[in-house]
């Protein structure tokens, strides 16, 4: 069989070659530009993240006995992994608490599960956070989508990624303030909650007048660079009830704040 090539076969066969090339280059290019051992696979996808963070949030519950679901559900929902440098994102959903820079730490998942079910936070509430730091308690805070959210950061740097953090996660109703916390946040007192995710060594008394009659503060006291106790006081009738719920570890609070009696009466 005689086989005679027409034009028309031969622009066909052209434009068959042409596209073959196309793809090889293509493909060879993608080849370089993939550095060796760092294929798509090595990076976790956002389904991938999700299961370890489900996981993370059942050991919490668990292990915590955690009881309130909205938190729950926050921690499930909260991409913990754009909280951290890139560098430590693998890590970011075991159970430890993991170094932003600056000599500072993002708590551990439990940890900020636990503090916030005891904040016993109500609809319409209005919450204060001494400590930012990444930003992730507080978009916990944020998550559970009926508190007014306020925390404040010492550091100039990581105030500023916080807030960069939270606005690109859509985390927009929070209201962020870069200075010492020591002294609260007078303008949007009294606080129905407050939690201190840094220890200082005493109760800091601004803290305790900023507490709304039926408030509730979570905060550790104790020395730097030991075990500090884990308080929970509520303010009842104008009184400071404290309940200690046990040895944690904090990053220290760092503050200008001189240590100040809680204010007592004088007798007359
Ligand atoms: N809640 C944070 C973890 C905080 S680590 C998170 O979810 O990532 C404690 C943070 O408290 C640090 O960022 C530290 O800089 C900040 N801090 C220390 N002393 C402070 C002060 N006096 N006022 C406000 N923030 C303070």
Redesign the pocket.
Known sequence: MKITLKPLHIFLLLLCAIALILLFTKLLTKEAATPKGTDSEATPDEEEYQALRYAMAERARQQFDLKNTDVLRAVQTIPRHL?VPEALRDLVYSDA?LP?G??????APYM?AWMTEELELQPGERVL????????????LAELGYAEVY?????PE?AER?AATLNDLGYQGLRLRQ????FGWEEYAPFDAI?V??A?DHLPAPLVQQLAEGGRMLIPIGPTGGYQTMWKFRKEGGQIKAYNLGGVV????????EPQPLQVPTPD
């Open positions: 909280f608490a932003i600056f000599g500072q730490t993002i708590s900020v956070e001494i400590g930012t730091g990444s930003g992730y308690q507080a978009a916990v925390s404040m950061e010492i550091i990581l916080a200075g010492d916390g020591y939690i995710t840094a200082p904090f990053v220290p609070l760092v503050s200008e704040g």
